[in-house]
Each structure stands twice: as structure tokens, then as C-alpha cells.
């Protein structure tokens, strides 16, 4: 596609269950991001993946929260056993490749997760 | 932790006035982004300055960046009502991660 695409745009579940957020990066791009934004603040790095390298995952906030990416396509975003203070929006980003710094992130539109 | 800290957090101007917004940041950088975000959801890439640059122009907007202060601030020229939205800044690091870590943004508000 054009964009960075993600999947569902919103979502609302109960405090306990597993979500699963998708991201389908823009064609080419080596590096994905996911940042996850509460209601009125920054962006707060989670997780990124670089080609067929380890990914960072210094950013995950718990062992609740656990990423994958197939290959330099599309990555999901698994929160188990969902609370209340992981409502955020979800962001997911690509850029050319991490190595080549400068480059710039393309977003998604991010997924709303509301947990009741 | 957000490397970079906007200032001001909020800023309401009429349209035609110039915006200002600045960040500050901590540790010794590569570059420095400038980002801009509608409505609470994706954020739209609007200038990069490295750290061997001191001014940037594109359009409306004007970016500085002084390394010796850890500063940066990003300038809209004569504002339109279309210019409201959040905007953040986002260093990235020099050596090791090149990971952009932002600030919690300012909110624009102009008025037609």
C-alpha cells in the first residue's frame, strides 16, 4: 500500500483479555516501530524491528506485552491479559532503514485501545 | 524516558500571527524531527535538521538547533486556522540507537 496501514483502528475489550494490533508497513521500508501515546501525551517507544536483526524490545513495559514481525512485512502487537492503564492509542511506524539515520517515520492512523 | 520536552504545552494564536514552539533535550544527538499530529492519531514527518546544521527552511517553516544550549525551535510563519494540531519534536540519538524518542508535544490552536 501507499501508507503504513493499521489494523483494527479501534478496539474495546475487558480488562483480562488478549488483543492483537496489526501493522502493515510501507513496502521496502527494513524498520518498524510501535509506540504506544496516552490521552494527551508523548509517544513512548516500545518495541522496533530492523530486517532479520533482534529486535529492541527495551521499550515493552511488562512480559504482558510481546511483538512479531514476519520477515520486512507486517507485525502484530499482543498485549495479554489486558488492564485499564493500556488504554492508549497504538502507533506503528516505518522508516527506509534504522542503519541510515536521518531517515524519517512514516505512522499509521494507530489503533485506539480502550480497556474496560 | 522522552529525550525531548516541548515548550510551550499549549499556545493559541490568531491566524496570520507567527507560532513559535521550542524543545529541549538532554543528551548529544544526530539529529533532531519535527512532527506533526491531527486529531490524536498518526503523525506526519515536517522537517529534520542534523546536528551540523543550525537553520532549516521548508515553506512556512522555519527550524533552529543550538547543540551548545540543547535546543531547538520550530517557527510557523503567518499561521492558518489548517495549522492547528499537535506538534512534536524527536531526537535521535548519536551512536548506538538511532531509535527517535519525542517529546510530549505542542498543542496549536489558531483561530480564523
Known amino acids: 500500500g501507499a501508507g503504513v496501514s493499521q489494523s483494527p483502528s479501534n478496539k474495546v475489550t475487558e480488562k483480562g483479555k488478549d488483543v492483537e494490533l496489526r501493522c502493515d508497513p510501507i513496502s521496502g521500508h527494513t524498520a518498524l516501530y510501535w509506540y504506544r501515546q496516552r490521552l494527551g501525551q508523548g509517544l513512548e517507544f516500545l518495541i522496533y524491528f530492523q530486517g532479520n536483526s533482534a529486535p529492541d524490545k527495551s521499550g515493552l513495559p511488562s512480559d504482558r506485552f510481546s511483538a512479531e514481525r514476519t520477515g520486512e512485512s507486517v507485525s502484530t502487537l499482543t498485549i495479554q491479559r489486558t488492564q485499564q492503564e493500556d488504554s492508549a492509542v497504538y502507533l506503528c511506524?516505518?522508516?527506509?532503514?534504522?542503519?541510515?539515520?536521518?531517515?524519517?517515520?512514516?505512522f499509521g492512523s494507530g489503533t485506539q485501545l480502550s480497556v474496560l | 524516558s522522552q529525550q525531548g520536552e516541548e515548550d510551550p504545552q499549549a499556545l493559541s494564536i490568531q491566524e496570520g500571527e507567527n507560532a513559535t514552539m521550542n524543545c529541549s533535550y538532554k543528551t548529544s544527538i544526530n539529529n533532531l524531527q519535527w512532527y506533526r499530529q491531527n486529531s490524536g492519531r498518526g503523525l506526519v514527518h515536517l522537517i529534520l535538521?542534523?546536528?551540523?546544521?543550525r537553520e532549516k527552511h521548508s515553506g512556512r517553516l522555519r527550524v533552529t538547533l543550538d547543540t551548545s544550549k540543547k535546543s531547538s525551535s520550530l517557527l510557523i510563519t503567518a499561521s492558518r486556522a489548517a495549522d492547528t494540531a499537535s506538534y512534536f519534536c524527536?531526537?535521535?540519538?548519536?551512536?548506538?540507537?538511532?531509535?527517535?524518542?519525542f517529546g510530549r508535544g505542542t498543542s496549536l490552536i489558531v483561530h480564523p
Open positions: 535538521i542534523r546536528s551540523n546544521e
Open positions: 511506524a516505518s522508516s527506509l532503514a534504522i542503519g541510515r539515520v536521518g531517515e524519517k517515520l512514516f
Open positions: 524527536a531526537t535521535v540519538p548519536s551512536g548506538g540507537s538511532y531509535i527517535p524518542t
